[in-house]
């Protein structure tokens, strides 16, 4: 179980992993969006947040992504941004 959580914490995602993943994510959905610079913008602005061994980011104190053992997944609701 520590060497789960140790885990964890070493590969917590970075704000930068967070931030390129949704620039990513946001293109796919969208190839306007992604063509205006959209995803930048959404990820200039969101407000990345560590849990130690998560970590997640914000845009107006809705969660955008969330980011576990390496990996960040943007969520769904927030096409919107």
Do not use: C, W
């Amino acid at each position: 179980m520590a060497v789960l959580v140790a885990a964890a914490a070493l590969l917590n995602p970075s704000a930068e992993r967070h931030r390129s993943q949704i620039q990513k994510t946001l293109a796919e959905r969208s190839p306007l969006a992604g063509a205006l610079g959209l995803g930048a913008l959404a990820a200039f602005v969101s407000n990345y947040h560590s849990l130690g061994v998560a970590s997640y980011t914000s845009i107006r104190g809705r969660t955008v992504s969330v980011g576990f053992m390496g990996m960040v997944f943007v969520l769904d609701s927030h096409q919107d941004l």
